[in-house]
């Protein structure tokens, strides 16, 4: 099974559970053995490619500024790339600069998701139920990508995935295991960065360094 293969499913549940003149955005960056595996809430309607009239790439984070500072601080993003993304509006992404900002991800070997491919207009909070209907894709997507080490973003993605009540805050640097298909994988719960987490990013980039120099 390749990734493009969830597309379908994901395509189904944008109908059920986001807006329905939006697109459901999928997920991007290097897919074969990424060091990390970034996992997020779920898209809104910021994410240009969400635009039907988007004919490029339906990946996390097109058009948007705020998390790419998160990925500058890490180094996972080239100095001229991160410039031009934090010097355009978001109507200036062409679909050739998405390709082009998505080819340096994967040159930095990372990989983007959300754990809810849902896009909603605005950025309210999904229930749980929602996300649990996605829970089976993203380890399907994990299985496929095989990462290194899976970052958790935010206490209620972290607590549906391990499956267990997390608090990112009393759980900092901790090792979960997790087994997908006969394989275990390494997971992290770290603070959201970005929206009403955004002062957190810093403590989300100090426990990403540490998680790397120790894990990667």
Not at 6 to 17: I, M, R, T, V
Not at 66 to 81: A, H, K, M, T
Not at 96 to 122: M, P, S, W
Request: one cysteine or more; glycine letters at 4%; aromatic letters at 12%.
């Amino acid at each position: 099974m390749k990734l493009d293969d969830l597309n379908k499913e994901y395509d189904k549940l944008q109908l059920k559970y986001g807006d329905k003149e939006l697109d459901a955005i999928y997920n991007g960056g290097c897919s074969k053995n990424p060091g990390i595996c970034f996992v997020f809430m779920n898209p809104t309607k910021r994410i240009i490619a969400a635009n039907k009239e988007w004919r490029g790439l339906k990946s996390p984070f097109i058009g948007v500024k705020s998390i790419w500072d998160l990925f500058f601080n890490l180094d996972l993003v080239d100095e001229e790339i991160y410039n031009k993304i934090k010097s355009i509006k978001a109507k200036e992404w062409t679909e050739e600069f998405a390709e082009k900002v998505y080819k340096d991800v994967r040159k930095h070997k990372f990989f983007i998701t959300n754990l809810g491919k849902c896009t909603q207009v605005d950025a309210r909070a999904l229930p749980d139920i929602v996300f649990e209907k996605y829970l089976n894709l993203l380890l399907k997507e994990i299985e496929i990508i095989n990462p290194k080490v899976v970052i958790l973003f935010g206490n209620q993605v972290s607590s549906i995935v391990l499956k267990k009540k997390i608090a990112v805050s009393t759980c900092r640097r901790k090792l979960f295991k997790q087994r997908i298909n006969e394989k275990d994988y390494k997971f992290f719960a770290v603070y959201y960065p970005i929206g009403n987490g955004r002062f957190n990013m810093n403590k989300a980039i100090e426990d990403i360094k540490w998680i790397r120099d120790n894990y990667l």
